[in-house]
């Protein structure tokens, strides 16, 4: 099995948005709700914090871990992008240029609200 710097690249950048996008954006939000409790606290100015903690035993307790951890589940989102690119290469690469693409974007926008804020 020959990975090129190019493949390296691009499976990279697709884990990555996999990543983000299972851990942490709205969208999908339904996939994680069943896993975490939502705790709501005030603040000293009035304003309302929500936090999530995972639930706290079984296998909700597990996935709540996993998901409220970037780490671990990016670890997972790699597996499955890189298998699947090497077992279904047809079917996986568009969805990983997609992901790897969104996932490039995301590095110039933070670029370019870092440079806005200057």
Known sequence: MKITFLNLLILGLASFRLTRLIVFDKITEWIRTPFFDEIEEE??????EIYYLPKK????KFFGELLSCYWCTGIWASVIVVVSFYLF???STPIIVILAVAGLASF???IVQQLLEK
Not at 43 to 48: K, P, R, S
Not at 57 to 60: D, I, V, Y
């Open 89 to 91: 290469p047809f079917y």
């Open 108 to 110: 110039f926008e933070t």
């Open 43 to 48: 603040d000293e100015n009035g304003v309302i």
């Open 57 to 60: 035993k079984g296998l909700k």
